[in-house]
């Protein structure tokens, strides 16, 4: 079993930046990737960005290209997501979701949820215009 939290979230205006981070515990075995994923209201899950255990494998939505970036630090189980240029549309939930019994992360996986086995419960991000 492993379980996430996310923090970092919050109310931001349209342009500011946000760092979302993800804590990761228990028995995740020997490697994971690691994703965010975000819900808007009324709205399906979408994948963020995607990184590989070794970090060499990372992958971003079209929408977030060159505002997000996402890290990951293994020795701390942890990984993050820097937001920066922020706008209304990034609004949303935003849960982080580990993969450890799936295959490796590809461009083609990355951005379905049933890749990723555990999930987080959700950091709020509101940016106002």
């Known amino acids: 079993q492993v379980q996430l939290v996310e923090s970092g979230g919050g109310l931001v205006q349209a342009g500011g930046s946000l760092r979302l981070s993800c804590a990761a515990s228990?028995?995740?075995?020997?490697?994971?990737?690691m994703a965010w994923f975000r819900q808007a209201p009324g709205k399906e899950r979408e994948s963020v960005a995607a990184i590989s255990w070794s970090g060499g494998s990372i992958y971003y939505a079209d929408s977030v290209k060159g505002r997000f970036t996402i890290s990951r630090d293994n020795a701390k189980n942890a990984m993050e997501l820097q937001m920066n240029s922020l706008k209304p549309e990034d609004t949303g939930v935003y849960y982080c979701g580990v993969g450890v019994f799936g295959p490796a992360l590809t461009a083609t996986n990355w951005g379905r949820s049933n890749t990723y086995d555990y999930w987080g419960q959700g950091t709020q991000v509101t940016v106002s215009s």
């Open positions: 228990g028995r995740a075995g020997s490697r994971y990737a």
